[in-house]
C-alpha cells in the first residue's frame, strides 16, 4: 500500500504554512511601509492645478508675502485661497491679455469659482486651525516647505499625527518670533532649540496632546 | 461591597417630610408603580429587546455579495490614490466673511402670530444652529424647540419645489402674470378673499391695509387651529374691546387654570418661563397653583396642582371668584363647600362701572411691593419690556370696588360641580391670592370659556394685580366668525378667487365644517405654502413659499417690539416666493422686492430720520428695532358685563360622562412640524412619547375600559371617530380622554407620512377644545408606543431630588451624602492636572421646565442623527442629552420632576476602564472624552456607564444627501455606523474659543464658552464653565448647598452636579 503521504508533502505544508502566515504579515509589513512613506502619504507630488499658477514667481520673484493671498491663517482656522478678485487686482493691469488668465478673467466676470486642487488635505476628523498655529510663532515654512522654490505646490510634511504630535510634545525647536512667521527664508540665530525657548517663554506657547484637542 | 449597591441615602429622603408624610417614590412608569420598584426583567435591562440585533430586511446572501464587493471595491481602491479634493474660492467674498470663521446674523421665526429673535450662526453662508437673540424681549438669548428646529425644515427635502397654474407646472412669473389679471378686476374685489393667519409683521400688515384699499369689499379671513382662543373674547367680555394679554407670570402668586404657560406651543412661553423662573429663587419662592386637564411642564412646576376636567374650568373660576370676593368685601372667607353657593343676602346689582377710585394702597401692599421689588429687580437683564405693575407707577393704585368685590362675593355655584379637593384647592388659591394683593395672577389658558378669562381680569383687577394688557399685535384680528361667514359664502359661490397663504386650513378645519369640499367651488384657489400638502392637493394652483429664513419680513414681539427678519441664505429652490411678494401683486405693488417695500415701510415709521441707513445698520444687526414696544392698553374693567355674564351662566351642573380634551402638540405644534424629524423624535417633556399620538387616559379610568399602554381603543363623537393607541397618563383627571393634534398627516413627505393619529377628525367648529361624551371602545389591536421613558434605566435610585423648601431650609446638610467625595475603586489618576481650566457643568432642577430645547440645541449642534420609530422601539435614539421625567407619589395625582442628564464627565469614569481600545479618555481640564477613530464598538463603556449616557450608532443614521449635508456642523464629526458617541461639553465651542483666546496671548475666560444646551435654555438652568475661574458661576453652582452628584455613592466624581429641586406647597389647613 503507498504511503498515505508522500515524502513531498512536508515541503508542500510548510510552504502552504509559510504562504499564509507570510501573505497577510508581508501585507500589513507592506501596508505600515506605504503610511510611512511619501508614496503612501502623498507627499512630495507636485499637484496639477487648474491655471498654472507659480510659487516661484509670485513668492520668490515678487516677494508677495503669504498673507497678502492666504490671510485667513492670522485668523481663522483655514488659511483660504485668495478670492478670484484678489488676482484681477493685479492681473487687470498685468498680463490681462495672457491667454493663461483666461480662466481667471472668466471667474472674475461670471462669478463662479476656480475649481483649485486641493494640496495639503487633513482628514475630516481633524480639527485644525491655522490661527493659533501662526500666533504661537510656528513658521509656514514649517509645515508647508520652501513655497517659494515650488512650481507646483507639493506636501513636503508627513501630516501625520505621529508627526504632529513631536511638535505639540516639543514645540521649541520649532517657533520663531511672530514676525518671522511668513519669513522662508529666515533662519534661527543659533540654536534653534534656545531660539525657541525664548520664544515659547514670550509667547507662553503650552501645546496641547490631549486627544480633543483636535478630534471631536 | 454594600456601598457600591446601595442606593444613595440622605436624612431628608429617609426621614418623613416636615409635615409628617411618608418620604415620596419617584418611578418613571405605571409597570415599574405596580411591580414595586424596577425590579421586573424588562426594566432592568440596559436595552430592551432587539436592540442588538442586526437590521431586518437583508437576506444572509445579500449580505455576503455585498460584503464581499465591499471588501473588493476597498481592496481596490487602495492601490490608486483618492481624486484631490477641490477648494472653491469666492470669486468676490461677501462683505465681512473670513473663510472658516462663522457668522452671526440676528432675525427670528414667526409662529402663532408673534415673532421670536434669532441669532442665526452661519458657515460661508449655510445656516447650521439657531440660537436666541439676547436683545429680544421674547427670547432673551434662549431659543424653543419650533424655531431651532426651523433649520431643518429650511433643508427639507420634501419641500414644495416648483409652482402650478390650473394644475399645469408653470414658472412663478406666469402664475404672477395670471394674478395680476385677477387683481385687474372691477368689482372692488367682491368675488377675492384672502384666507390668512393673524400675523405681527407690520410689513404683511401694511399690505393688507393695501389690499383692503384697493379692494374694498375684498375680506381677509383669518384662519389657524389655535385661533379658538377664549383670551381674545374674554377681553372684549371684560374691557369692551379684543386687547393682546402678555403672560406677565414674574408674581409672587402665580394661579394658572387650563394654563400651560410654560408650553412649547404658547407663543411668548421662553420669556414667560424666564420670568417666572426668576421670581422663584430658591431663598424666596414663590407659589404656583395650577388646575389643569392633562398633566402638562407648567402643572409639573406647580407647587399646588389640581386636576380639573375642561368642562369645569367655569365652575372653578366662579368659586374662586366668590371666595376671593369674600375675602375683598370683608366677610368671612367662606369655610366650607356650601357656603360658597348660598350667600344669605344676595349682592346688590353694581351699576355702570366705576370710575376706579384713588385710595391709599389697601393692607398688606407695603409688603407686597417690598416683594415686587425684588422680583423686578431679578429681571433686570431683561432689555424693554417691563411689567406695568403696580410698584412701576409707584403711587397709590385703583382701591377695588366695593360692587365688584360683593359681586364677586355673591358668585353661586352648584355643590357638585366640584369635587372636595377643588373646592380646596380653591380656598388655598383664593386666600393666596389675598395673601398677596397686587403680586399675584390669576392666568387662563386658551381653551376656557371667555367667562373664565373675564372673571381672571376681574379677579386679577379686583386684588390690585393689574393684568397687562396691549393694544394687539397680530392682525387680522382672529374673529373664528369670519372663517363661518366664508364658509357660506364659499358654499354660495360668491367666491372667485380664493388667496390661501395660511397653513394648511383643509387640514386644520374643523370636521363638520365641510371647508374642504366647499373649497372645491372657488374656480380660482391659490395655495401659498412650504410644502405639497393636503390643502396643496386640492389647490390646482399653488406657489411654493420660501422659508422664513429665507426671505425678508419683520414681526413682533409679544409685547410688540418689531425686529427686521433677515433672509440667512438665498432660495435653496429657485420657484420659492415669500408672502410679501406673493402679496404686493395684489397690492400693486410687486415693483418693488420685498427688500424694498420693508425698508420703505420703516423709514416712514421712523419719521425718515436723515440717518436712517445706519439705524437700519443697526436695527439688522440686533435683531430689535427699539421703542416700538405695543403701548399699554388704556381700558377700564366693564365690571357690570363681567358680573351679568357670570350670574347669567346658568350654573355649570356636575360633569357627567367622558370629555374629549383637544391640545395643540408639544412638539407638532398644529401639525406644521410633523415633516421634521428632529421634532418627531423629541420626546414629549410629559408623556415621553416619540412619533405618535396617544389618547391619554388615568389610570382609573383606562381600568374602567379596560384598557392598556398600547392598545388600541376607538373614539367616536358626534359620529366621527378615530382609533388611537392608548397611553395611560398618571394626573390625568379621570373620565377625560385627551388628544393631540397635528399628527397623522397624509400628505407630508417620507418623514411624518402616517405617522400617528389625525385628531381634526374629532375637532368640531362649536368645541374646538373639548367635546363632550366620546364613547370610547376597546378594538382588541395593539399598537407599540415608541416611549423613551423607560430607555437607559437607572435602576430606581433617587435621582432627581425634589425637596419642600421649608425641610430643605431647615436641614440644608442632608444632602451632604450625596456631595462629599467618598470611597472610590480606583487611586485617584493624574486628574486635574491642568492649571488652566477644569470644565464642569451645573444642572439646576428648580429652574428646569423640562421644555427639551436642550435636547434640540445639542441635536443641532452636535450632528446627532435621527433614527426613527422603530429605532426609538429599539431604545436607539441617539440624543447626547435625555431629559429624565419622574412621577413622584400617587399614580393618580402624582409629582413630577425633569431633570436634564447627559455624559456627566465624571472624574473617575468607569467607562474609561473597560474600554479595550482606549478610545475613550480623560482630558486634563476634565473632559471624558471620546475618540470615534478608536472605537470598534465592543460597548463595554456603555455597559459599565452608570448613568446609561453613551449611545452607539447602530446603524448608518447619517443621510448623505446634498441638502441634509448642508445643515452640519462643520466642527464635529459625522459619525459613522459602529460607533460610541456621547456628550462632549460642546468641546468644539471650547477649543475655537480657545483658539482665538490663546491667539490674543491670554486664557478663555467667563462667559467665552457656552454649551449649546446651555444657550438655548429659557431659564437658564444648565451652567457651564471653568471651575478654576474663582468667580465662576458653575463655581458658585458647585459650592451651592443645593447641589449634590448623581449616584455619588460610586465615587465616579461626575463634573455636571445637579441641583435639588425646591417646592413651596401651601401650608396645611390655608395659608
Redesign the interface.
Known amino acids: 500500500m503507498a504511503p498515505l503521504f508522500r515524502p513531498g508533502t512536508d515541503s508542500v505544508l510548510r510552504a502552504f504554512i509559510a504562504l499564509a502566515l507570510g501573505v497577510p504579515a508581508a501585507s500589513l509589513a507592506g501596508l505600515l511601509l506605504l503610511a510611512r512613506n511619501p508614496l503612501g502619504r502623498?507627499s512630495f507630488t507636485p499637484?496639477e492645478q487648474p491655471l498654472p499658477f507659480d510659487h516661484r514667481h509670485h513668492v520668490g520673484d515678487e516677494g508677495i508675502p503669504c498673507g497678502y493671498c492666504h490671510?485667513?491663517a492670522w485668523?481663522?482656522?483655514?488659511a483660504?485661497?485668495?478670492?478670484?478678485?484678489r488676482c484681477l487686482g493685479c492681473h487687470a493691469q498685468v498680463w490681462n491679455e495672457s491667454e493663461r488668465l483666461e480662466p481667471v478673467r472668466a471667474?472674475?466676470f461670471?462669478?463662479?469659482?476656480?475649481?483649485?486642487?486641493?494640496?495639503h488635505?487633513l482628514p475630516?476628523?481633524v480639527?485644525f486651525?491655522h490661527?493659533?498655529h501662526v500666533?504661537?510663532g510656528v513658521g509656514c515654512v514649517t509645515c508647508h516647505g520652501r513655497v517659494d522654490t515650488m512650481p507646483a505646490v507639493q506636501q513636503v510634511a508627513p501630516l501625520t499625527m505621529g508627526w504632529c504630535l513631536d511638535c505639540h510634545r516639543d514645540p521649541a525647536p520649532w517657533l520663531r518670533p511672530v514676525s518671522e512667521v511668513a519669513n522662508l527664508t529666515w533662519r534661527p540665530p543659533g540654536d534653534p532649540r534656545e531660539t525657541g525657548r525664548a520664544v515659547q517663554a514670550a509667547?507662553?506657547v503650552?501645546p496641547?496632546t490631549?486627544?480633543?484637542?483636535c478630534?471631536? | 461591597m454594600p456601598l457600591l449597591t446601595d442606593p444613595a441615602r440622605t436624612d431628608v429622603l429617609d426621614t418623613p417630610g416636615a409635615d409628617g408624610t411618608e418620604p415620596v417614590r419617584a418611578w418613571r412608569s405605571l409597570e415599574e408603580w405596580h411591580a414595586g420598584g424596577p425590579g421586573r426583567e424588562a426594566l432592568s435591562r440596559e436595552h430592551p429587546p432587539g436592540a442588538m440585533l442586526p437590521p431586518e430586511g437583508v437576506a444572509r446572501r445579500t449580505f455576503l455579495q455585498l460584503a464581499t464587493a465591499s471588501l473588493a471595491a476597498a481592496g481596490f481602491s487602495g492601490c490608486f490614490?483618492q481624486p484631490?479634493?477641490?477648494?472653491?474660492?469666492?470669486?468676490?467674498?461677501p462683505e465681512g466673511l473670513?473663510?472658516?470663521?462663522p457668522l452671526h446674523f440676528a432675525t427670528g421665526l414667526e409662529w402663532g402670530g408673534r415673532t421670536v429673535g434669532l441669532v442665526v450662526e452661519s458657515h460661508e453662508g449655510r445656516p447650521t444652529k439657531v440660537e436666541g437673540n439676547p436683545l429680544h424681549p421674547a427670547s432673551l438669548g434662549a431659543a424653543g424647540v419650533f424655531e431651532q428646529a426651523a433649520l431643518l425644515g429650511l433643508y427639507d427635502p420634501a419641500r414644495a419645489k416648483t409652482a402650478r397654474l390650473q394644475g399645469v407646472e408653470a414658472a412663478w412669473s406666469t402664475v404672477r402674470d395670471a394674478l395680476r389679471k385677477q387683481a385687474e378686476r372691477d368689482d372692488q374685489g367682491a368675488g377675492l378673499r384672502f384666507l390668512v393667519e393673524p400675523t405681527s409683521s407690520p410689513l404683511v400688515q401694511a399690505l393688507y391695509a393695501r389690499i383692503q384699499q384697493r379692494f374694498p369689499s375684498a375680506r381677509i379671513i383669518p384662519c389657524g387651529a389655535a385661533l379658538a382662543d377664549g383670551r381674545r373674547e374674554g377681553t372684549r367680555l371684560a374691557y369692551g374691546r379684543v386687547l393682546d394679554v402678555v403672560h406677565d407670570v414674574g408674581r409672587a402668586v402665580v394661579v394658572a387654570v387650563d394654563d400651560d404657560f410654560l408650553a412649547t406651543t404658547q407663543p411668548g412661553n421662553l420669556r414667560a418661563a424666564r420670568d417666572f423662573v426668576n421670581a422663584r429663587k430658591p431663598e424666596a419662592m414663590n407659589r404656583l397653583w395650577v388646575a389643569e386637564c392633562t398633566l402638562t411642564v407648567t402643572g409639573g412646576f406647580a407647587d399646588e396642582r389640581l386636576r380639573l376636567r375642561p368642562s369645569q374650568g367655569i365652575a372653578l373660576m366662579l368659586a374662586l371668584a366668590a371666595e376671593v370676593g369674600a375675602g375683598l368685601s370683608g366677610a368671612a372667607p367662606a369655610g366650607q363647600g356650601a357656603d360658597m353657593q348660598a350667600p344669605s343676602a344676595p349682592a346688590p346689582e353694581p351699576r355702570a362701572p366705576t370710575a376706579p377710585a384713588q385710595g391709599s394702597a389697601d393692607a398688606g401692599s407695603a409688603n407686597a411691593r417690598h416683594r415686587n421689588a425684588d422680583g423686578r429687580g431679578s429681571n433686570a437683564r431683561a432689555p424693554s419690556a417691563s411689567a406695568p405693575g403696580p410698584s412701576a407707577e409707584g403711587g397709590p393704585r385703583p382701591r377695588v370696588s366695593p360692587a365688584l368685590a360683593s359681586g364677586l362675593a355673591g358668585l353661586r355655584v352648584p355643590p357638585t360641580a366640584l369635587t372636595d379637593a377643588q373646592r380646596a384647592w380653591v380656598r388655598g388659591a383664593a386666600s393666596d391670592l389675598l395673601a398677596h394683593r397686587g403680586q399675584g395672577r390669576v392666568t387662563v389658558g386658551p381653551r376656557q370659556p371667555p367667562l373664565v378669562h373675564a372673571l381672571a381680569f376681574a379677579l386679577d383687577e379686583a386684588l390690585g394685580n393689574t393684568p397687562r394688557l396691549l393694544e394687539p399685535v397680530a392682525l387680522p384680528d382672529g374673529d373664528p366668525e369670519a372663517l363661518n361667514s366664508l364658509l357660506g359664502e364659499l358654499s354660495d359661490g360668491r367666491v372667485d378667487t380664493l388667496i390661501i397663504t395660511a397653513w394648511n386650513p383643509a387640514w386644520t378645519a374643523a370636521v363638520d365644517s365641510d371647508f374642504t369640499r366647499r373649497l372645491e367651488r372657488v374656480p380660482f384657489r391659490l395655495y401659498h405654502g412650504l410644502h405639497e400638502d393636503e390643502t396643496a392637493a386640492r389647490c390646482p394652483t399653488f406657489v411654493p413659499a420660501t422659508h422664513p429664513f429665507e426671505s425678508w419680513r419683520d414681526g413682533q414681539a409679544p409685547d410688540g417690539t418689531a425686529s427686521v427678519l433677515q433672509p440667512l441664505i438665498a432660495p435653496l429652490f429657485p420657484g420659492a416666493v415669500s408672502e410679501a411678494e406673493l402679496l404686493s401683486v395684489f397690492a400693486g405693488l410687486e415693483s418693488q422686492s420685498p427688500y424694498d417695500l420693508l425698508k420703505s415701510l420703516w423709514r416712514e415709521r421712523s419719521g425718515s430720520p436723515p440717518d436712517f441707513e445706519a439705524r437700519w445698520e443697526e436695527w439688522l444687526a440686533d435683531g430689535v428695532i427699539p421703542g416700538t414696544q405695543a403701548p399699554p392698553a388704556r381700558v377700564a374693567l366693564d365690571e357690570a358685563a363681567v358680573m351679568k355674564g357670570a350670574r347669567e351662566r346658568t350654573g355649570p351642573e356636575a360633569p357627567q360622562g367622558l370629555e374629549l380634551s383637544l391640545v395643540l402638540d408639544s412638539r407638532l405644534y398644529d401639525g406644521r412640524f410633523a415633516g421634521n424629524a428632529w421634532l418627531q423624535e423629541l420626546p414629549d417633556p410629559v408623556t415621553k412619547l416619540t412619533w405618535d399620538n396617544a389618547a391619554l387616559l388615568s389610570p382609573a379610568t383606562a381600568r374602567a375600559l379596560s384598557l392598556e399602554k398600547g392598545d388600541v381603543a376607538r373614539i367616536e363623537v358626534r359620529g366621527q371617530g378615530v382609533d388611537v393607541s392608548v397611553l395611560v397618563l398618571p394626573g390625568q383627571p379621570d373620565d377625560t380622554v385627551t388628544l393631540a393634534l397635528g399628527h397623522g398627516r397624509e400628505r407630508v413627505g417620507p418623514v411624518g407620512q402616517g405617522v400617528g393619529v389625525n385628531a381634526y377628525a374629532l375637532r368640531f367648529q362649536d368645541r374646538p377644545w373639548a367635546v363632550g361624551t366620546p364613547t370610547v371602545t376597546r378594538t382588541g389591536r395593539h399598537h407599540a408606543l415608541a416611549l423613551t421613558q423607560e430607555h437607559w434605566s437607572m435602576e430606581g435610585r433617587q435621582l432627581a431630588l425634589q425637596l419642600p423648601q421649608a425641610s430643605f431650609h431647615a436641614k440644608p446638610q442632608a444632602l451632604h451624602a450625596l456631595q462629599e467625595d467618598g470611597e472610590r475603586l480606583y487611586p485617584p489618576g493624574a486628574l486635574l492636572k491642568s492649571d488652566?481650566h477644569q470644565w464642569a457643568m451645573a444642572i439646576d432642577l428648580h429652574r428646569c421646565t423640562g421644555c427639551s430645547a436642550c435636547m434640540v440645541a445639542c441635536q443641532s449642534e452636535n450632528n446627532v442623527p435621527v433614527v426613527g420609530r422603530d429605532g426609538v422601539l429599539r431604545s436607539r435614539e441617539m440624543h447626547w442629552l435625555r431629559i429624565d421625567r419622574y412621577f413622584l407619589g400617587d399614580p393618580d395625582d402624582p409629582g413630577f420632576i425633569t431633570q436634564p442628564v447627559a455624559c456627566v464627565h465624571c472624574e473617575a469614569a468607569p467607562c474609561e476602564y473597560v474600554c479595550p481600545v482606549n478610545a475613550t479618555?480623560h482630558?486634563?481640564?476634565g473632559?471624558n472624552?471620546m475618540?470615534?477613530?478608536r472605537c470598534i464598538g465592543t460597548r463595554y463603556c456603555s455597559n459599565n456607564c452608570p448613568y446609561k449616557v453613551r449611545r452607539f450608532n447602530y446603524l448608518e443614521y447619517q443621510r448623505r444627501e446634498p441638502l441634509a449635508r448642508l445643515r452640519q456642523n462643520p466642527?464635529?464629526?459625522?459619525r459613522s455606523r459602529g460607533v460610541m458617541e456621547k456628550c462632549?461639553y460642546c468641546?468644539?465651542r471650547i477649543?475655537r474659543a480657545?483658539?482665538?483666546a490663546?491667539?490674543?496671548?491670554r486664557d478663555v475666560r467667563e462667559g467665552e464658552v457656552h454649551t449649546a444646551c446651555q444657550q438655548a435654555c429659557p431659564t437658564e438652568a444648565i451652567t457651564f464653565g471653568d471651575l478654576r475661574a474663582p468667580e465662576s458661576r458653575v463655581r458658585r453652582e458647585h459650592e451651592d448647598p443645593r447641589h449634590y452628584k448623581l449616584l455619588n455613592s460610586l465615587g465616579t466624581r461626575p463634573r455636571t452636579v445637579h441641583l435639588v429641586r425646591l417646592k413651596n406647597p401651601a401650608p396645611k389647613g390655608g395659608a
Open positions: 502623498g499637484h490671510e485667513g485668523r481663522s482656522p483655514v483660504g485661497v485668495p478670492p478670484t478678485q471667474s472674475g461670471d462669478g463662479t469659482a476656480l475649481p483649485w486642487n486641493r494640496v488635505a475630516d476628523y480639527w486651525s490661527q493659533i500666533n504661537k509667547l507662553d503650552n496641547r490631549d486627544c480633543n484637542t478630534h471631536f | 490614490r484631490p479634493e477641490k477648494i472653491l474660492p469666492y470669486s468676490t467674498p473670513t473663510p472658516g470663521v488652566r479618555v482630558s486634563d481640564e473632559l472624552q475618540v470615534y477613530n466642527d464635529v464629526t459625522v462632549t468641546v468644539q477649543e480657545r483658539t482665538v490663546r491667539s490674543e496671548h
